[in-house]
């Protein structure tokens, strides 16, 4: 989904067009359901994906005045937002699919966000490192 909506992204730029969120998500989820349409239906992760970005780009303003007292402080604020949206927009499935919802998520989420660019950083130099020729470690 993201590589489709960045992808969506670039192809606008250069062409000259102006990039919407909205018609991003949706020409991500059609490329994908082209592809494997049964992915609507049985993958879990491809709902909770969607949701959780319209969420973001839905639930994302709306909850900034309410928020707008929180300090920026490491992005604080900006986190709190996104994790809150998208645990607003992903709530049904998630008591839907899974008969279960965690109410410390946006709590710990707050903590693996700014870590997380570089812990991916990391996880990055470690395969570059391993090389073409290295060996899985599961071997």
Do not use: C
């Amino acid at each position: 989904r993201a590589s489709i909506m960045g992808w969506w992204l670039l192809l606008g730029q250069q062409v000259g067009r102006r990039y919407t969120s909205t018609n991003a998500i949706l020409f991500a989820a059609v490329i994908m359901l082209l592809i494997n349409p049964w992915l609507l239906r049985d993958d879990v992760g491809f709902q909770l994906s969607f949701a959780a970005v319209l969420g973001i780009v839905y639930f994302g303003p709306l909850l900034e005045p309410l928020l707008a007292r929180l300090p920026e402080t490491l992005g604080l604020r900006q986190s709190l937002q996104m994790t809150l949206s998208a645990q607003i927009s992903t709530a049904p499935l998630i008591l839907y699919t899974f008969d279960q919802f965690s109410i410390v998520a946006p709590l710990t989420n707050l903590f693996v966000l700014p870590v997380l660019p570089y812990l991916m950083i990391a996880g990055l130099v470690a395969i570059s490192m391993l090389g073409p020729g290295a060996k899985a470690i599961s071997e």
